[in-house]
């Protein structure tokens, strides 16, 4: 028993470094390839979808505390959006079934309370600046076609999260689903 226990200790530490890796390379590199889409939470999905929304939890704080360690003060600023996507990601799909139209209204439920949050964030603390360019300009359209800047920081935040989460969480449940059953056992 007590080996046991110190193996599922073991997988646990294990998925929350690979969560914080995984979200510290994709939320750099990608977010520097593709507008729109940052995918810093890919890691912190797949804690709430493998390990429950506890551990999604603690992938959101621990990636908003170590990008800040790591010189991004924004990550300090987001680390709330990110504890919604792991709380909601253990929520809606830890060892439960879904389908493919789940997986789209679920997201959308995963995304919005996060976009509610950063549009808050952007517009009070940032003045609508954000550090990605295409976002500076989309809000700035917005702007001059008459939105407030909430407004504008929100119909941003809604389209962003809601592709950036929709491919991240998509990701993690192709990942967990293609995962061999002997592994897929120990969650």
Known sequence: MKVE?????????????MAL?????????ISSLIPLVFLDTVGTAMAGILLGPV??????????????????P??????????????????FFYKKKYTIPSVFWKVALISIP????TAILITVFFGGITTSVTNNLFIGFMRSAGFSLFQSALAMQLIQDYLDKIVSV??????????????????
């Open 5 to 17: 226990t110190k193996r599922k200790k073991t997988l646990v530490l294990t998925v929350m470094a």
């Open 21 to 29: 890796a995984i979200n510290l390379v994709s939320g750099r590199f």
């Open 55 to 72: 551990y999604g939890i603690i992938s959101g704080i621990a990636y908003g505390l170590l990008g800040f360690v790591l010189g991004d």
């Open 74 to 91: 924004f990550e300090f600023y987001f680390c709330g959006s990110a504890i919604l996507v792991g709380w909601l990601c253990g929520v």
């Open 114 to 117: 996060g976009s509610i949050i």
């Open 170 to 187: 998509g990701v993690m449940l192709i990942v967990v689903k293609h995962l061999p059953s002997n592994i897929k056992d120990k969650f």
